[in-house]
């Protein structure tokens, strides 16, 4: 049992790899047969569109940033915030990880920014759900799926309040200094 108590600390690692490679991941997916369309949406204002044209015989492909101020603008914002999360968890799990491997271990450095991330993604999908209907009148969500972008924020963030709150409870480390 001390081996796993001494193990606890790799969560909140594998959490930050596991939010990092999301964010190089799109977020949302949108595949029409029919059409021979693909778009993919990044949360930080990337998309990829491409269009297999049977009227011009070739493949139209679009690399851009979002064109809207609405979603560009809430997608950078959001992506910052994530990146600050991502690096005041990351820095401060490889600062401290003598500190996480004995069961010390701060909310301000784990809990706040992982529930921060959360929180910016929910809100990054609601706010583009609103530019989608303002700006093209359709519903992005029925349209799109969210892809591991997304959803691997989640993961991560759950491993990182996992390792938080396991660390918490079975660290080794004083119980004060775990609460700070």
């Known amino acids: 049992m001390k081996d796993l108590k001494n193990s606890l600390w790799i969560l909140p690692f594998v959490g930050v790899i596991i939010c990092i490679i999301a964010l190089f991941t799109p977020a949302a997916f949108f595949e029409n047969r ?76 784990s809990l706040i920014p992982a529930l921060v991330i959360i929180i910016s993604v929910i809100t990054w999908m609601i706010t583009m759900e609103i530019a989608e209907l303002a700006i093209y009148d359709l519903s992005m969500w029925e349209r799109y799926t969210p892809n591991f972008g997304v959803i691997g924020m989640f993961l991560g963030s759950i491993l990182i309040i996992s390792g938080f709150v396991l660390i918490r409870k079975y660290g080794l480390g004083d119980r004060n200094l775990i609460s700070e």
Do not use: E, M
Not at 52 to 80: C, E, G, H, M, T
């Open 34 to 109: 029919d059409w021979n369309h693909t778009i993919f949406n990044w949360i930080w204002g990337y998309y990829y569109d491409r269009v297999n044209s049977i009227v011009y015989q070739r493949i139209i492909v679009v690399n851009s940033f979002y064109s809207d101020p609405l979603q560009l603008l809430s997608s950078v914002i959001f992506s910052i915030i994530i990146i600050i999360c991502i690096g005041i968890i990351g820095l401060s799990a490889y600062k401290h990880r003598k500190d996480f491997k004995n069961g010390i271990i701060k909310k301000k450095y």
